[in-house]
């Protein structure tokens, strides 16, 4: 095993380490007063229209307001559980809970980079910089990498997220995908840019068409964020 290899994977088992205890912790800090501050939904950025016509208000809505929220009131739920076990000693209840923390964790923090990773139509711009160089650097060309991205977000199985992630130990950008709710941190990348390819976020408007999804969502990412991100990895 090379040396870069050991250390991505050095890296993503601390990573799938710390997954939980960092949900934990953004769970249980305390806010003004000692309080505890449970997750929630963040504000969208732009209206429920405003991706469309690459997402509909209709598939936004139901996404944000219903899905999201979801996962946001189950990891809260599953969090008091996980506090009121360690509170009575109990570690194998609150082990048993772990993977309802992930689950929901997971889905809050992939929907949150998910939102902050798209923009209306009339906001976009291509990427520039730093950014598609290092795109251009690992995958040729902007359209090679799109086109990779696609076809490896297409061959989920099931449900799950397609990422473009920055390799710390490598200084590179790669392609990864993880199954269901997974946070991409699990694999060893920081997230960049993450497109969920569960049914739920396209199925109204493509139908079990996901590859469309996949081509018209190009329309509506929001590089200047991907760009704020891959900044924030390389310091």
């Known amino acids: 095993m090379t040396p870069p290899m050991r250390r991505r994977r050095a890296y993503a088992t601390r990573a799938r380490r710390a ?10 800090s305390s806010g003004a007063g000692g309080v505890l501050v449970p997750a929630s939904l963040p504000d969208l950025p732009y209206d429920y229209s405003a ?6 208000a209709d598939i936004m809505k139901l996404h ?11 990891f809260n739920a599953t969090m008091e559980k996980v506090l009121d076990a360690q509170a009575k000693g109990d570690t194998a209840a609150a082990i048993a809970l772990q ?7 997971g889905g809050h923090v992939n929907h949150s980079i998910f939102w902050q990773n798209l923009c209306p139509v009339k906001d976009f711009t291509p990427p520039e910089g730093a950014l598609l160089s290092a795109i251009n650097d690992e995958f ?17 199985q ?4 397609g990422w473009l992630g920055y390799d710390k130990a490598t200084g590179r950008l790669a392609i990864t995908t993880t199954a269901n709710q997974d946070p991409c941190v699990t694999t060893g990348l920081v997230p960049l ?4 390819v569960w049914e739920h976020a396209y199925y109204l408007q493509y139908k079990n068409v996901r590859p469309d999804y996949l081509k018209a969502v190009w329309d509506v990412v929001n590089w200047k964020d991907v760009a704020t991100k891959l ?4 310091a």
């Open 51 to 56: 991706l469309e016509p690459a997402i509909s």
């Open 19 to 28: 997954s939980t205890g960092a949900l934990v912790r953004a769970f249980s």
């Open 99 to 105: 993977g309802a923390v992930k689950f929901n964790g």
């Open 158 to 161: 099931g449900s799950g997220w």
């Open 193 to 196: 840019l993450g497109v969920d």
């Open 140 to 156: 040729g060309s902007l359209d090679a990498f799109q086109t990779k991205f696609a076809a490896t977000a297409a061959g989920v």
């Open 64 to 74: 944000h307001s219903k899905h999201h929220q979801t996962y946001v009131t189950n």
């Open 231 to 234: 900044e924030h990895a390389k």
